[in-house]
């Protein structure tokens, strides 16, 4: 069944102080049909984050510009992201006195498959429906504690080292990139791409419910007003971008610029 895609990027500056997080979605420029979300969150001090951040947009968008389908894997452009914003991030530290990271989740469609790739602990979900399909695993030290059966989810959460990190770009250690890739998306499917201040709020099952009930931009708005909600005042700086795949019409005309929601 042809699908088309509807598509939001949504951001609140939470309780903090700066906006370290950063999400962008866009299409290739020559070739139709092909698309990038991108989503960051920068560490590292006053604006150290946010510069990190930024370098991870700016390498995606650059090398999504710059990638040549029949030279090129969409595995090895992901990969080519990641790695040179983690170079790039690691050399400002030499040029300032910040010491920045970031995480990083990178999403891509080609010829209707999807793609994606991710270091950190800033989540890729993939839902059918209400079914999560799949869902990142956090680079984190409580994510690995929860792995090995010495947490649960719930404490998980409430771990006083649940922001420690143990791969994001800009480190001494090269990051680790997990892929994953879904070659027969059907309308229907939800992907959503976001940071540690929004999915810290919700279960799978919430997450997927909503984007099913709500168009894009009413469910990226929805997510972002109850997260602040359960933050209780708080709440970590909140990024996402969703990719709703929805049957397409006949009539339809040119997709239309992604909605943003702030």
């Known amino acids: 069944m042809p699908f088309t895609a509807e598509t939001c990027v949504a951001m609140h500056l939470g309780d903090r102080k700066e906006q370290q997080d ?17 989503l960051a969150d920068g560490m590292g001090g006053h604006s150290g984050g946010a510069m990190a951040a930024e370098q991870v ?11 040549a389908p029949l030279h090129e894997t969409p595995e090895h452009l992901l990969r080519s992201i990641i790695d040179e914003a983690h170079v790039v991030i690691k050399l400002t530290r030499f040029t300032s006195e910040q010491d920045p990271h970031s995480t990083a989740v990178v999403f891509m469609m080609q010829q209707g498959k999807a793609y994606w790739a991710h270091c950190g602990d800033s989540r890729m979900y993939h839902f059918r429906g ?44 090269e ?15 939800c992907f959503l791409l976001c940071s540690d201040g929004l999915w810290a709020h919700f279960t799978e099952f919430e997450l997927a419910s909503t984007l099913q009930e709500f168009p894009a931009r009413a469910a990226a708005e929805r997510l972002v ?28 005309a040119t997709p239309t610029r992604p909605a943003i929601a702030r």
């Open 22 to 38: 950063r999400v962008a979605l866009f299409g290739h420029p020559k070739r139709p049909g092909m698309m990038m979300a991108v």
């Open 57 to 67: 947009l700016m390498r995606a968008r650059q090398n999504f510009e710059a990638y």
């Open 130 to 173: 209400t079914r999560t399909m799949s869902v990142s695993g956090d680079h984190s030290l409580v994510a690995e504690l929860v792995r090995k059966g010495r947490l649960d989810d719930r404490a998980a959460l409430r771990h006083p080292q649940r922001n420690v990190l143990l791969s994001c770009l800009g480190s001494d250690r």
């Open 175 to 189: 990051p680790r990139i997990d892929y994953g890739r879904e070659e027969s998306p059907l309308a229907g499917d």
């Open 225 to 252: 007003a109850l997260g602040r909600e359960r933050a209780a005042g708080t709440g970590d700086n909140i990024s996402l971008a969703v990719v709703k795949l929805v049957e397409a019409r006949t009539d339809a």
